[in-house]
C-alpha cells in the first residue's frame, strides 16, 4: 500500500499498534511456571512486580496504575491471593482500605520476574539507543494522545 497522506501514514500506525496490542494480551495472557509447578500469567507477575515495587499500594491505586477498573484489580488481587502471592491487610489509616503486600512466595516470584524483565528492558534499550532523545519524546507524547482518546472512549461506552 501506497501511503501519500498524513492521514494513511496515521491510518497505518494504528493498524500497526492494533497489531501490536494484539500480541501483548497474548503474551500478558501466557504461563510462566516457577517454583515447583505454581503457574501464573505475565499479567499476573506485573502485578506482583507493581505491588512490589510500591511498599504499600492499595487496590484503587492498583486500579489506577494499570488503566482498570476497582472490580478487575480486586479480582486479580483476590486470585493473587488465593494463589498464596499476595496478602490483603486492613491499611493503618482507613479501616475500609486494603493494603497489598507481597507473601515470600510473591517476592520469590518478583525475583524471577527481575531476571526476566531486566533482559526485555536491556534488549529494547539497545535496539531503541540508535535512536536521538527528541525522536523517543515525540513517540512518548503520541503514546499519550492514544492514550488519551482510549480513556475518552471508554468513559462514552
Known sequence: MSMDTKAEFIEALTWKIHRILNKFIRMEESIIRFDGGMEITHNDIHVIQTIGDSKGMNVTELAEY????????SQKTTKLARKGLLDKRKSA????????????L?????RIHEQYHGRNVSEIIDRLGAFPLDQIAVTSVLMDIIEGVLDERLKSA
Open 93 to 104: 489509616h482507613n479501616d475500609k482500605e486494603l493494603q497489598l503486600a507481597l507473601t515470600e
Open 66 to 73: 494499570f488503566g482498570i477498573t476497582k472490580s478487575a484489580a
Open 106 to 110: 510473591g517476592w520469590r516470584a518478583y
